[in-house]
Nanobody, 124 residues
Framework: EVQLVESGGGLVEAGGSLRLSCAFS????????IGWFRETPRKEREGVSC????????YYSDSVKGRFTISSDNAKKTVYLQMNSLKPEDTADYYC?????????????????WGQGTQVTVSS
């Protein structure tokens, strides 16, 4: 069974940091990409980052480039999203997704499996 489980969300002040984790199972990371998406309180969804398992290529949206870092630990079957210099506009539910898609283009409709999400709230 393909499964993704996010963790690490929480409440943080502007300028602070959080590290999100996405534990994956049931598929080969080497043959897939894992993306991070977020959905704002206004229900706007954005693809923020992605990592390709085959070659480690990384994608970042312009809104997070230079502040967020995606990484993977294959032994732990976990993908991380390190979020630094957080801003109130980063407040959203964050989801990881995998299977069936590549990082380019990063389209939520292409991903077949999603985690349950983790909430990030950045106070001003």
């Amino acid at each position: 069974e393909v499964q993704l489980v996010e963790s690490g969300g929480g409440l943080v002040e502007a300028g602070g940091s959080l590290r999100l984790s996405c534990a994956f199972s049931g598929f080969s990371f080497d043959a897939n990409a894992i993306g991070w998406f977020r959905e704002t309180p206004r229900k706007e969804r954005e693809g923020v980052s992605c990592i390709r398992g085959s070659d480690g290529s990384r994608y970042y949206s312009d809104s997070v480039k230079g502040r967020f870092t995606i990484s993977s630990d294959n032994a732990k079957k976990t993908v991380y999203l390190q979020m630094n210099s957080l801003k109130p506009e980063d407040t959203a539910d964050y989801y990881c997704a995998a299977v069936g898609a590549d990082c380019w283009p990063l389209e939520d409709a292409d991903f077949r499996t999603w985690g349950q999400g983790t909430q990030v709230t950045v106070s001003s």
